[in-house]
């Protein structure tokens, strides 16, 4: 069965950046199943995956446009302590959920300095070239449920 639409897929990945640092691998662990054609992982990954099948390894390297984005400056903002009510040592790569101009993200804090924090609102890995070592492990058909939800049921997906 190759990779097409609304197959759901498991693969065993590294990712590494451009210094060659592991910065995620399925290894020691299960692997990555998603729902292909339903946006779950980064357009760059899933573009390369269409009509692979089981057993097949590939080499990916992903630009940030195909991956999670340019690094983008007006995402960094300086705000004030009181923001964090209820939050007594805030720290540098302390990650908050926030209401931003840009919708619910997740920003990480970036610096403290007495009462101004600096958070980004970047995903980690904006602007960054990402490299995969895949191998394709698992594909079957989506239920109609899957389909539905637009996400992965069962084993490495979500239990609901
Ligand atoms: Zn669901």
Redesign the pocket.
């Known amino acids: 069965m190759q990779i097409s639409n609304d197959n759901v897929v498991s693969i065993a990945y590294t990712l590494t950046n451009d210094e060659d640092q592991v910065i995620d691998t399925s290894e020691g662990g299960a692997p990555l199943v998603y729902l292909h054609g339903a946006q779950n992982i980064i357009p760059g990954l899933e573009n390369a995956l269409v009509g692979k099948q089981v057993g097949d390894k590939l080499k990916v390297s992903v630009e940030p446009a195909e991956g999670y984005g340019e690094y983008q400056a007006e995402l960094v903002q300086v705000v004030p302590k009181r923001m964090f009510a209820g939050v007594d040592n805030i720290e540098a790569g302390m990650q908050f959920h926030a209401q931003t101009d840009y919708g619910m993200q997740i920003v990480t804090v970036a610096a403290v300095e007495g009462e101004d924090i600096t958070v980004d609102g970047n995903h980690p890995l904006a602007g960054q070239t990402l490299h995969f070592e895949v191998e394709v492990v698992d594909v079957r058909a989506a239920s109609k449920e899957e389909l539905e939800?637009g996400?992965v049921?069962g084993e490495g997906g979500?239990h609901?």
């Open positions: 939800h996400h049921h979500h609901h």
